[in-house]
């Protein structure tokens, strides 16, 4: 049997996953790798670094297999927006700044003046964020101008990877779609993003479909990881576009709800001319044809674990859930905003901070949990309100992550989301449909959507209750009037802090 490898670049690891032809996953390999806070809001790492763990995850894959020469091809899922600079040797000129580095607030203002934000939002339907690339492409240039003057091209961090992997020097649109540098709708690099900012049109690189060969295994990196130089190296795609893949979120109607540390609401979008107006991220898919919208909570499973360390250390996560169970829809009229960092979606404030609204005498442990945990998934709410405003109609929504690993987590999100939720068989996330995008690209299936009905596989299935959905409603209403209540204080508590 024939087999293709998925390559997860993460930000703490890297992790690479053995698919067979039929979509089991065979086997899995996960390698670490530093970061670098040299100051505070820096978040760097060394690509090198991403380059030899990839290379001993796959040669520890290799080794145990029978015969190497099996595997018919590898694609890449790669974390977004950090900025790789390479010389005119194609070397990294520093370390790469990653998508949670927060040192370019003034960049994303100046690119807001630079551009204006109307007209930014018709380009690139994305606001400046300091996780995008542009801003950190500026700062670079106004803090270290030396460095930036000998860039020849710059890269997203799993393209230098495959750079690395096949020598060759590109970038899919899925990811090219953060940068802020793509006219997402017409997906071609935007002169006038460029020109405006000061950014040589030069120094982007070509652009390619996720499901692109864009070379084969190097003599010297298959000597090094035991995969053979025929083995083909497809584009890939951004983090996100192939979770969604690995998801099967291939078709309208279908919705990914992620609780991972930061929480995901994405959906597929058929065209790229919706205004959401920056409220929510437009990119490209990992499809060439489509697109996907995605609202983002900061601090979704980590307001939960923040909960526990903080206010239950002596119980597990599941007595935890037990005691949230044991409250009541609404938590006995507590509210929970999870702004514990700050906010993305809809209210991109760094300064905001949570807030327990409604505390009484006889709320228990419990209760307070189930409040967080309803909290946290108001806030993906938002994002999918948003959708629905703008006539997207949800169906079915996929749950994944931690959110999906509670009977009563999932069963909430049906509630406040008013939509069937259903979990995965075999959730491997990005990794899962960077090897679908390999398995297309070794024509194995015509396309994505035909491999992930072979490749992805749903379980449990969760329905609204009519009672809760009600409730709900109704208590959404009121947690949507903490941001604008309590934002001025959270701002000028700041001060403080």
């Keep these: 049997m024939n087999y293709v490898v998925g390559v997860d670049l993460g930000t703490s690891a890297v992790k690479v996953l053995l698919v067979s032809k039929t979509g089991q996953v065979v086997d899995e390999v996960s390698k670490d790798y530093p970061l670098y806070h040299d100051k505070p809001g820096y978040s760097e790492q060394d690509p090198e670094d991403w380059v030899k763990q990839t290379k001993c995850a796959l040669k520890e894959l290799t080794d145990r297999?029978?015969?190497?020469?099996?595997?018919?091809?590898?694609?890449?899922?790669?974390q977004m927006h950090g900025l790789v600079l390479l010389d005119e040797?194609?070397?990294?000129?520093?370390?790469?700044?990653?998508?949670?580095?927060?040192?370019?607030?003034?960049?994303?203002?100046?690119?807001?003046?630079?551009?204006?934000?109307?007209?930014?939002?018709?380009?690139?339907?994305?606001?400046?964020l300091e996780g995008f690339t542009l801003p950190k492409l500026l700062w670079v240039k106004k803090h270290e101008p030396e460095i930036f003057k000998k860039a020849k091209v710059f890269?997203?961090?799993?393209?230098?990877?495959?750079?690395?992997?096949?020598?060759?020097?590109s970038m899919d649109f899925s990811d090219a779609a953060g940068t802020l540098l793509l006219n997402v709708a017409e997906k071609t690099w935007s002169e006038e993003m460029c020109e405006k900012n000061g950014i040589p049109r030069s120094l982007c690189p070509t652009l390619v479909g996720s499901d692109q060969q864009t070379g084969t295994i190097l003599a010297d990196v298959a000597n090094e990881t035991g995969l053979s130089t025929s083995c083909k190296v497809f584009a890939g795609g951004a983090d996100n576009a192939c979770g969604a893949i690995g998801a099967g979120i291939l078709e309208d109607g279908l919705t990914l709800s992620s609780t991972g540390t930061s929480g995901v609401v994405l959906s597929y979008e058929a065209t790229g001319d919706?205004?959401?107006?920056?409220?929510?991220?437009?990119?490209?898919?990992?499809?060439?044809?489509?697109?996907?919208?995605?609202?983002?909570?900061?601090a979704a499973g980590y307001s939960l674990s923040w909960f526990k360390d903080t206010f239950a250390k002596d119980i597990s996560f599941e007595e935890l859930i037990t005691e949230a169970k044991a409250s009541t829809v609404g938590a006995k009229g507590l509210l929970f905003s999870p702004y514990i960092v700050g906010e993305r979606t809809p209210y991109p404030d760094s300064a905001i901070r949570a807030s327990f609204i409604g505390m009484q005498a006889n709320h228990t442990r419990g209760d307070f949990a189930r409040a967080v945990i309803e909290g946290i998934t108001f806030s993906l709410n938002e994002s999918v309100e948003i959708f629905r405003r703008k006539g997207k109609h949800i169906s079915k929504v996929v749950a994944i992550g931690g959110g999906a690993k509670s009977d009563l987590w999932l069963q909430m999100q049906a509630d406040i989301f008013n939509a069937d939720v259903v979990t995965l068989a075999n959730?491997?996330?990005?990794?899962?449909?960077?090897?679908?995008?390999?398995?297309v690209g070794s024509g194995w299936y015509p396309t994505l959507a035909d491999c992930a009905k072979d490749f992805v596989a749903y379980t449990k299935t969760y329905h609204p209750i009519q009672e809760n959905v009600e409730k709900y409603q109704r208590i959404f209403e009121l947690y949507q009037q903490i941001y604008p209540s309590t934002k001025q204080l959270n701002h000028d508590l700041a001060a403080f802090r």
């Design 65 to 78: 297999m029978d015969d190497p020469s099996l595997i018919e091809g590898l694609s890449l899922s790669g």
């Design 427 to 439: 959730e491997q996330g990005p990794g899962m449909g960077a090897a679908i995008i390999a398995a």
């Design 155 to 169: 890269l997203l961090p799993k393209d230098y990877v495959r750079y690395a992997l096949a020598g060759d020097i």
């Design 89 to 128: 040797n194609d070397q990294p000129l520093r370390r790469a700044i990653l998508w949670n580095d927060t040192r370019t607030t003034a960049e994303c203002r100046e690119i807001e003046q630079n551009v204006g934000l109307e007209r930014l939002y018709e380009l690139t339907k994305n606001p400046a």
């Design 274 to 298: 919706k205004d959401f107006q920056g409220q929510v991220h437009y990119f490209n898919h990992g499809d060439p044809s489509a697109f996907y919208t995605m609202g983002v909570t900061l």
